[in-house]
T-cell receptor, first 113, second 115 residues
Framework: DAKTTQPTSMDCAEGRAANLPCNHS???????VYWYRQIHSQGPQYIIH???NNETNEMASLIITEDRKSSTLILPHATLRDTAVYYC??????????????FGTGTRLQVFP | GAGVSQSPSNKVTEKGKDVELRCDPI?????LYWYRQSLGQGLEFLIY????????KSGLPSDRFSAERTGGSVSTLTIQRTQQEDSAVYLC?????????????FGPGTRLTVT
């Protein structure tokens, strides 16, 4: 399974864009990049996922480099409620026999006023 | 609609006792997952169900841990003869199917404390 590397922590001013990087240099061609976040004392929450094209939804944008070895999650206008641990996950091959998310240590994002 | 629910939300038990943790997935979700998160740590996969079958039990840490799912819905995680190192938050997730790119929806977790 591909391993991901993320900074331990980041700060962002409220209203500014938060750009969270992730390295996944050993990713395989059929593996997707997923982002989840975990707000304190809650279960993880799905944010976005992508294969090779950039993706955008109501929560965030995902930029994946052309070689797919790294990606960036962008929260365009961070709010205090975006303070959480953000996990970048390369999803294990999805077959009937196995389907799981392998979480690393994530990036602790602190949004300040 | 209703999300994934788990019960109890908190459980304190004495070392050596058995505990049962319950998960109610989102209605219609065929895939169900158990994870655990020890204090200050990331999430650790335990077991994956597709319907009532568990094709991947690779994350269960010992034979004291078992899980079942009945009727393709509710799942129970049982820990026998609990140890202090079992203290953690146990999280359940479900998804529409266990293949493809469907995201997993997580419940709020059960905080287990073994004294």
């Amino acid at each position: 399974d591909a391993k991901t590397t993320q900074p331990t922590s980041m700060d962002c001013a409220e209203g500014r864009a938060a750009n969270l990087p992730c390295n996944h240099s050993t990713i395989s061609g059929n593996e997707y990049v997923y982002w989840y976040r975990q707000i304190h004392s809650q279960g993880p929450q799905y944010i976005i996922h992508g294969l090779k094209n950039n993706e955008t939804n109501e929560m965030a944008s995902l930029i994946i480099t052309e070689d797919r070895k790294s990606s960036t999650l962008i929260l365009p206008h961070a709010t205090l409620r975006d303070t959480a641990v953000y996990y970048c996950i390369v999803r294990v091959a999805m077959t009937y026999n196995t389907d799981k998310l392998i979480f690393g240590t994530g990036t602790r994002l602190q949004v300040f006023p | 609609g209703a999300g994934v629910s788990q019960s109890p939300s908190n459980k304190v038990t004495e070392k050596g006792k058995d505990v049962e943790l319950r998960c109610d997935p989102i209605s219609g979700h065929t895939a169900l997952y158990w994870y655990r998160q020890s204090l200050g740590q990331g999430l650790e996969f335990l077991i994956y169900f597709q319907g009532n079958s568990a094709p991947d039990k690779s994350g269960l840490p010992s034979d004291r841990f078992s899980a079942e799912r009945t009727g393709g819905s509710v799942s129970t995680l049982t820990i026998q003869r609990t140890q202090q190192e079992d203290s953690a938050v146990y999280l359940c997730a479900s998804s529409l199917v266990g293949t493809g790119t469907y995201e997993q929806y997580f419940g709020p977790g059960t905080r287990l404390t073994v004294t």
